[in-house]
C-alpha cells in the first residue's frame, strides 16, 4: 500500500514521519503523476487557503476531485477536513472544498493560534484518550446522516468517518500517538 501526504503546505513531514514508524510506504504528492500512484492519501493540517492555492498552482484540483469522487480513502486533519468538507464558513472566497464529508466546518472555529489548546479525546470504543491538539482548528458545525461521529469534544464533533474518509480538527501527527493513523491504514 502507498500512502500519499498532500505536501504543498503545512505538517506533511510529520505524518510521514507517523507513517514511516508504522512501516508504511509514504510519498508525497505535488503533482498529478504522483496522486495518480497512490492508494491512500492524507491532507495535513496547514492554511487550507494556501493549500487551496496551491492546489491551483500545481493543477491538483481536479484530479484531487476525481480521485475523492472514486473513493480514494483520505485522512483530513485540520485544514485537511476543512478542504474535505461540503461547506466551510469564514473561508476565502473561491477556496476548494472537495465535499468528500457531508460536514459544514467553521475556519478557525475555536479561535486564534494563541487559543490553541490541548486536550484529551475519548474515542468510542478506545481505551486510552488520544492527546488532541488544536491550532486554530476549524470547528464542526454540522455533519450530515451519513457522517459517523467517532469522538466529540464538549458536545461538537472532532472526529468523524463517511465511508473512507476520515477527518479531524485536530492534528493526531502532533502527538506522540500513533494510533490513528494506524487504524487509518488498516481500514478495508
Ligand atoms: N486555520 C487553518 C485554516 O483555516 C487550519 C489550521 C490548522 O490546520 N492547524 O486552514
Known amino acids: 500500500m502507498k500512502v500519499g501526504v498532500l505536501a504543498l503546505q503545512g505538517a506533511f513531514g510529520?505524518?510521514?514521519?507517523?507513517?514511516?514508524?508504522?512501516?508504511?510506504?509514504?510519498?508525497?504528492?505535488r503533482t498529478s503523476e504522483e496522486l495518480a500512484e497512490v492508494d491512500r492519501m492524507v491532507i495535513p493540517g496547514g492554511e487550507s487557503t494556501a493549500i487551496s492555492k496551491l492546489l491551483d498552482a500545481n493543477d491538483l484540483a481536479d484530479p484531487l476531485a476525481e480521485r475523492l469522487a472514486d473513493g480514494l480513502p483520505v485522512l483530513g486533519t485540520c485544514a485537511g477536513l476543512i478542504l474535505l468538507a461540503s461547506e466551510v464558513v469564514d473561508g476565502y472566497p473561491g477556496q476548494h472544498c472537495f465535499g468528500a464529508i457531508d460536514a459544514t466546518v467553521r475556519?478557525?472555529?475555536?479561535?486564534?493560534?494563541?487559543?490553541?489548546?490541548?486536550?484529551?479525546?475519548?474515542?468510542?470504543?478506545?481505551?486510552?484518550p488520544f492527546p488532541g491538539v488544536f491550532i486554530r482548528a476549524p470547528v464542526i458545525a454540522s455533519a450530515g446522516p451519513e457522517v459517523e461521529v467517532l469522538a466529540e469534544l464538549d458536545g461538537v464533533p472532532v472526529l468523524c468517518r463517511q465511508g473512507s474518509v476520515v477527518v479531524s480538527s485536530f492534528h493526531p501527527e502532533l502527538a506522540e500517538d500513533d494510533r490513528i493513523h494506524r487504524w487509518f491504514v488498516e481500514q478495508e
Open 14 to 29: 510529520l505524518h510521514e514521519r507517523v507513517l514511516n514508524r508504522l512501516d508504511v510506504a509514504a510519498v508525497q504528492v
Open 107 to 128: 475556519r478557525n472555529g475555536y479561535g486564534r493560534q494563541s487559543e490553541s489548546f490541548h486536550a484529551p479525546i475519548e474515542i468510542e470504543g478506545w481505551e486510552l
